[in-house]
T-cell receptor, first 116, second 114 residues
Framework: DTAVSQTPKYLVTQMGNDKSIKCEQN?????MYWYKQDSKKFLKIMFS???????INETVPNRFSPKSPDKAHLNLHINSLELGDSAVYFC???????????????FGNGTRLTVT | GNSVTQMEGPVTLSEEAFLTINCTYT??????LFWYVQYPGEGLQLLLK?????DKGSNKGFEATYRKETTSFHLEKGSVQVSDSAVYFC?????????????FGEGITLSVRP
């Protein structure tokens, strides 16, 4: 069983469209994250949710809106897509908000978003 | 703020060569330090970690020692294999109240040729 699963794996869309990426974890973790990896492999945190509540919100355009219907799911909706949004987006989870301090994050396999 | 700096890549080695990937950090307080590895087409996975000064993390033949005096956490392996080809990320985690945030270095691509 995949611990952290993301869909879709690939997403190709045109500028101006709205798209969503879904993430689910079956580890029973309380905390979930979205990371963006650019073309140079640099990883940056975007959001973190703990038990459906937003706890980390980095400087991200408000076109990006995370939604957590329950603690096992964290979806990412992106409005009015731009060329610069092209990247690989990773979902991750940890047992608690301090999880990355004491225990590793578990990452999904990523969603490669290409905006044309 | 917290930051992690990795040596510039990419790195290409022959099988059985010795590997060192440098990592230095800047942080307030006492962070935990990690190395994550990303194999092609996959997400990141933890390779090893160290939570206090002078701790040595080790896994799959890789080692790294938390050096507070030089603020470093260099990754080493005595004899690399083709299967070690991947992107390697150094990271630190510092606690902010009840939360913590993982800050990654830029990643370095390692290619091992037979």
């Amino acid at each position: 069983d995949t611990a952290v699963s993301q869909t879709p794996k690939y997403l190709v869309t045109q500028m101006g469209n709205d798209k969503s990426i879904k993430c689910e974890q079956n580890l029973g973790h309380d905390t979930m994250y979205w990371y963006k990896q650019d073309s140079k492999k640099f990883l940056k945190i975007m959001f973190s949710y703990n038990n459906k509540e937003l706890i980390i919100n980095e400087t991200v355009p408000n076109r990006f809106s995370p939604k957590s219907p329950d603690k096992a799911h964290l979806n990412l909706h992106i409005n009015s897509l731009e060329l610069g949004d092209s990247a690989v987006y990773f979902c991750a989870s940890s047992p608690n908000p301090a999880g990355s301090y004491n225990s590793p994050l578990h990452f999904g396999n990523g969603t490669r978003l290409t905006v044309t | 703020g917290n930051s992690v700096t990795q040596m510039e890549g990419p790195v290409t080695l022959s099988e059985e060569a010795f590997l060192t990937i440098n990592c230095t950090y800047t942080a307030t307080g006492y962070p935990s330090l990690f190395w994550y590895v990303q194999y092609p087409g996959e997400g990141l996975q933890l390779l090893l970690k160290a939570t206090k000064a002078d701790d040595k993390g080790s896994n799959k033949g890789f080692e790294a020692t938390y050096r507070k005096e030089t603020t470093s956490f260099h990754l080493e392996k005595g004899s690399v294999q083709v299967s070690d080809s991947a992107v390697y990320f150094c990271a630190l985690s510092a606690r902010t109240g009840a939360n913590s945030k993982l800050t990654f270095g830029e990643g370095i691509t390692l290619s091992v040729r037979p």
